[in-house]
């Protein structure tokens, strides 16, 4: 994993350091899948504080951190904001397929479920 040189560089895994199983446990989680979902059809990187999660401040930075620990997502600091993109570019040519599948299969999952996919699983 590279390592963090200052404050403001957040550390990132290398292409050649994703694992599929890592990359599917960060996805397994509804909160971050929506996070991926939202970055998936952005045109650009989207801020933390674009994403509304019905989850406290302190797990949202939690979700972000395993996204980006995971190598599903890169974080950079432009100015004071935190700034995510989603590194498609690794994932297809590692994974092949994977990202499109996983997305298409939760609108699906959205559609059948309609609005509720989303909340957290009871228990």
């Known amino acids: ?5 200052s404050p403001r560089v957040l550390a990132h ?6 694992r599929l199983e890592n990359v599917l ?6 909160m ?5 979902r939202d970055l998936a059809v952005a045109e650009d990187d989207l801020s933390c ?3 509304d999660l019905p989850v406290t401040k302190s797990t949202t930075t939690h ?4 996204l980006r620990e995971n190598g599903v997502i890169r974080q950079t600091y432009q100015g004071t904001a935190k700034m995510n993109g989603l590194r498609r570019d690794d994932l297809d040519a590692l994974f092949p397929g994977l990202l499109d599948s996983v ?21």
């Not at 895994?13 to 994703?18: A, G, N």
């Not at 971050?32 to 991926?36: C, K």
């Not at 997305?103 to 228990?123: K, T, V, Y």
């Open 1 to 5: 994993m590279t390592t963090a040189t």
């Open 13 to 18: 895994p290398t292409r050649q350091e994703l």
């Open 25 to 30: 446990h960060a996805l397994s989680d509804p």
């Open 32 to 36: 971050r899948l929506r996070v991926v």
């Open 49 to 51: 504080s674009f994403f």
């Open 63 to 66: 979700h972000f951190r395993v």
């Open 103 to 123: 997305l298409g299969a939760a609108a699906g999952q959205e559609e059948r479920l309609g609005d509720n996919q989303s909340a957290p699983a009871a228990g």
